[in-house]
T-cell receptor
């Protein structure tokens, strides 16, 4: 059975701290791994990773994928209160010619001022 | 704006009732996914449609059903509602690449 596991489940830090969020997966027909940020409503897309070892970066956020060990990390440096959200990891897998997404349960990050 | 539209935004209904949630995907996207998110929980995959056909099923109850119409919009039907069905229901669509989410429908069963 395909599964995506995120850790930790919840994290509380102070502004300025650096956090690392983990995502491990067991999926057949892996295509890509995606990170989303969910604040109040709909998840918004952050990164898509398809190749091992290539870091994707956007401002203070960065992510990398290890396809051999089947995991990804999302780093946030110099955290701000606006980073408080649920961070979702999803794996895209091919399935009979189409694609499906398997989501982890998310990591809830709270950044204190 | 992701381009995925869900209606209604909020829905309050009594136990035992039936509701229909509607989703219009981004223009050109053939795949539609439905997810359920209960309070403080992650996204639970319910069902996927591709160009009008069911492609994958997740943890969808028998009381729930969905369909995708020729114009590619999708509806999720929830019947014999129970208190535990109260949740945020998301629709997402994709073409090639990442999935884009609608703003969700918050269902409250009282």
């Amino acid at each position: 059975e395909d599964k995506v596991v995120q850790s930790p489940l919840s994290l509380v830090v102070h502004e300025g701290d650096t956090v690392t969020l983990n995502c491990s997966y067991e999926v057949t027909n892996f295509r890509s791994l995606l990170w989303y940020k969910q604040e109040k409503k709909a998840p918004t897309f952050l990164f898509m990773l398809t190749s091992s070892g290539i870091e994707k970066k956007s401002g203070r956020l960065s992510s990398i994928l290890d396809k051999k060990e089947l995991f990804s990390i999302l780093n946030i440096t110099a955290t701000q209160t606006g980073d408080s959200a649920i961070y979702l990891c999803a794996v895209e897998a091919s399935d009979s010619g189409t694609y499906k997404y398997i989501f982890g349960t998310g990591t809830r990050l709270k950044v204190l001022a | 704006d992701s381009g995925v539209t869900q209606t209604p935004k909020h829905l309050i209904t009594a136990t035992g009732q039936r509701v229909t949630l509607r989703c219009s995907p981004r223009s050109g996207d053939l795949s539609v996914y439905w997810y359920q998110q209960s309070l403080d929980q992650g996204l639970q995959f319910l069902i996927q449609y591709y160009n009008g056909e069911e492609r994958a099923k997740g943890n969808i109850l028998e009381r729930f059903s969905a369909q995708q119409f020729p114009d590619l919009h999708s509806e999720l039907n929830l019947s014999s509602l129970e208190l535990g069905d109260s949740a945020l229901y998301f629709c997402a669509s994709s073409g090639r690449g990442e999935a884009f989410f609608g703003q969700g429908t918050r269902l409250t069963v009282v």
